[in-house]
């Protein structure tokens, strides 16, 4: 494997970071680690990369210090691969990069708070269905109740929110939950709003409308990027498409909803889903 490292002495920022990330299958297997594949045959499965590829790429990106390799078994002996403090740095390029393939390749170019039905964003996050939501370092959406909805939503007034399209709606959308959490709590379903935005902005946004349920921060993409869930940028801010799973306790997502074109009508749909859920438990 051939890998171009810049110069230690170069003042470019992109030409360093292009070293350790410049190589397409590196950032594949950096996206399903973040995403919980952390073993080998996993990460074969997923990206379908040969095992003599995915072991240079591994051993490149624990050289490099964006992966720890760590022990999980003794006899025989076993390794996973997880992100290290540099690997989450990078986050923020994967999602920036889904971003723009998302909007620019495989969109118009033009910001969108929803998607089409029959958009690949919407395959995608269709396809969470089954899947595990991984534990993450900087925040835990999924609670202990037998199942936890969590919506997200692109920020509470950001700048620009009533150009695009879904923009306007998310004090409307949190206030419907709110509203209804009685409700999710008969079912056995905790309720947790994730934005990109600052803790400091959700807990005001919090304290000022009177939510009595958690709002999470995913300003660092670590959930983004492990989900793959959409984005759109606004505000010069990354911000999270208007989208709904229903995750159990044992952090399987079994339902989703997107894109949502109707704020207060994807609280009702969220209940109908858990209702489903409960009755079939």
Not at 77 to 103: C, I, K, S
Request: proline share 6%; with cysteine; glycine share 10%.
């Amino acid at each position: 494997m051939t890998r171009r490292h810049a110069r230690p002495d170069d003042p470019c920022g992109i030409a360093q970071a292009v070293g350790v990330l410049g190589d397409p299958w590196s950032l594949l297997v950096l996206r399903d680690v973040a995403g919980g594949r952390t073993r080998f045959e996993a990460l074969v499965a997923e990206t379908g990369i040969s095992r003599k590829v995915l072991t240079q790429r591994l051993e490149a990106l624990v050289a490099d210090g964006l992966l720890e390799r760590r022990a999980y078994s003794e006899r025989p002996p076993r390794h996973e691969y997880v992100l290290t403090a540099l690997g989450r740095g990078a986050l923020p390029v994967l999602g920036a990069l889904q971003e723009f393939g998302d909007t620019w390749l495989l969109g118009d170019g033009r910001p969108d708070a929803g998607a089409a039905t029959d958009s690949n964003e919407a395959a995608r996050v269709a396809a969470l269905v089954g899947t595990r939501v991984p534990r993450l370092s900087a925040l835990d959406p999924v609670t202990e109740q037998p199942f936890t909805v969590v919506y997200c939503y692109p920020g509470n007034a950001f700048p620009g929110a009533d150009e695009i399209p879904g923009g306007i709606g998310c004090t409307l959308e949190s206030c419907t939950y709110r509203d209804r959490l009685g409700e999710f709590a008969e079912l056995g379903a905790a309720v947790v709003g994730v934005s990109t935005q600052r803790p400091s902005e959700q807990a005001a946004f919090a304290e000022a409308n009177g939510l009595r349920f958690p709002l999470q921060s995913d300003a660092d993409l670590e959930l983004t990027t492990a989900l793959r869930l959409p984005t759109f940028r606004a505000g010069g801010t990354t911000r999270l498409k208007r989208q709904t799973l229903v995750v159990d306790r044992d952090r399987v997502v079994r339902a989703t909803l997107f894109p949502i074109p109707d704020v207060t009508g994807s609280v009702e749909e969220a209940l109908r889903l858990v209702r489903g859920l409960a009755t079939a438990s």
